[in-house]
């Protein structure tokens, strides 16, 4: 308790969608794994970056260390000036555009390692039937590579079924996973059956039975991975997202230690 914080931006729709004991619970985890208080900060999604710098700066004076959210980036480098001796580090998307040249330290999704581990678990789930891929649009035709390198390795080797949210797949009989993409509303709200894969920030709490793993690269997930790199100003690492295997949504024998080895042991040699 005695020493200075790690402390995260955030606002409160981040919260509703990650769940508010969520977050409570999550902040205690990583505080316990770190032996470090992690200390959100709440902004308002509007405010100008002076304001969030304040902000942060009314949560404690000299923290260990900042993480700010892409969306806040401006936020960050106001903080960053002003105080040159506290570490900052935005938390960005796979392919979310920075400027050229930017002078703060950037940690990013690793989307092809995340890709290629749902390929491994897809592939396991799917058996010899359909798997389908609805991809946000934010996808690069590479990175989808690293999806079908994943399903090949577990000797799947079909080429999966390309999709969006706004197309209606349910009336085909020889599906058998889909791997789903934010914006994953319009998607679940059809309540389906077939087994999902869903990369969301969203509680695997409030998602339907048919999700049965949640990739999850929110702040509150990078963050710790982030600090084992500890990236210089103007540096970009990447760390993967954190996946949670809903066990008690998972019936078949053997099927839920396999699903858990394929995100932590494949990931590791990967």
Not at 150 to 169: M, S
Request: some cysteine; glycine content about 6%.
């Amino acid at each position: 308790m005695s020493r200075p914080p790690l402390l995260i931006v955030t606002d409160f729709s981040f919260e509703a969608l990650y769940g508010a004991q969520r977050l409570k619970r999550e902040g205690s985890r990583l505080s316990r794994m770190l032996f470090r208080r992690i200390v959100p900060v709440y902004v308002d999604e509007n405010a100008q970056p002076g304001m969030i710098s304040i902000a942060v700066e009314d949560t404690f004076e000299l923290p260990e260390a900042v993480f700010f959210p892409y969306r806040y980036m401006e936020g960050a480098r106001v903080y960053r000036d002003d105080h040159p001796d506290v570490p900052v580090y935005v938390l960005a998307g796979a392919n979310q555009r920075l400027p050229e040249e930017t002078d703060l330290a950037v940690i990013r999704t690793d989307i092809m390692v995340d890709l290629y581990r749902a390929g491994l678990c897809a592939a396991l789930i799917a058996g010899e039937n359909e798997v389908l891929f609805i991809n946000d649009g934010s996808i690069r035709d590479d990175q989808l590579d690293a999806f079908r390198e994943g399903l090949k390795v577990q000797g799947y080797i079909d080429e999966p079924i390309w999709g969006n949210v706004y197309t209606d797949y349910f009336d085909n009989e020889n599906l058998s996973c889909v791997v789903l993409l934010s914006p994953a509303e319009i998607y679940l709200s059809k309540n389906p059956s077939v087994p999902t894969l869903l990369f969301s920030w969203m509680d695997p709490d409030f998602t339907p039975r048919s999700v049965k793993i949640v990739f999850n690269d929110s702040p509150w997930s990078l963050a710790p991975e982030a600090l084992k790199s500890l990236p210089l100003p103007g540096e970009e690492v990447f760390v993967g997202s954190v996946p949670t295997v809903l066990k008690n949504r998972i019936a078949e024998k053997g099927v839920f230690q396999k699903l858990k080895g394929f995100i932590s042991e494949e990931f590791e040699n990967k």
